[in-house]
């Protein structure tokens, strides 16, 4: 499946190409999470296959990670997507930005295009998001979006999260 582009008041949302290499090693090399899909300090090679389980989660599933950018610009400031990692029980929404970026509300207003994209096109009856304990700021981040707390359940990865149910539409 060819990704679709999605765009919003300060941004256009695309799925990634081999040629986004640069922007997945910039993020990579500048990421300060420690735990997770997206620690930092990962070899060329663990980011180059990355981006190649990106662009083949779409292929495979009909649905992934759109990298953001400024309107009219090519920098990458960072991913916001639906993914469904093998093995575990759902899809998920998830999402990473450049540490220059943070703040700014763009996971916010990426996320809100990614949900109404999700139930729209898609046609899902939920999107969720799974939620570490000590991850605070995407616990911020799903109150943003209007999530409220589904289940807990221990995850293939032996860690109990949050599962987080995340609303078409939220007031503002």
Not at 100 to 109: F, M
Not at 128 to 156: M, Q, S
Request: charged fraction near 25%; proline fraction near 7%.
């Amino acid at each position: 499946m060819t990704p679709p582009v999605l765009h919003t008041t300060r941004l256009t949302l695309r799925g990634p190409t081999p040629a986004d290499l640069p922007g997945y090693a910039a993020f990579y090399a500048a990421s300060d999470s420690t735990t997770g899909g997206y620690r930092g300090g990962r070899s060329a090679q663990e980011v180059e296959d990355i981006l190649a389980r990106d662009i083949l989660h779409w292929h495979e599933n009909g649905f992934g990670m759109f990298l953001l950018r400024r309107r009219d610009e090519d920098e990458v400031l960072g991913g916001t997507g639906l993914y469904h990692p093998k093995g575990w029980p759902s899809h998920e929404l998830t999402w990473w930005l450049m540490p220059s970026e943070r703040g700014s509300g763009l996971a916010t207003e990426a996320s809100r295009a990614v949900i109404d994209w999700a139930y729209t096109d898609l046609g899902w009856s939920v999107v969720e998001t799974y939620i570490r304990d000590e991850n605070a700021p995407a616990r911020k981040l799903a109150a943003r979006l209007g999530g409220t707390v589904a289940r807990r359940i221990p995850f293939p990865d032996g860690i109990t999260r949050d599962v987080f149910a995340l609303p078409h539409e939220v007031s503002a």
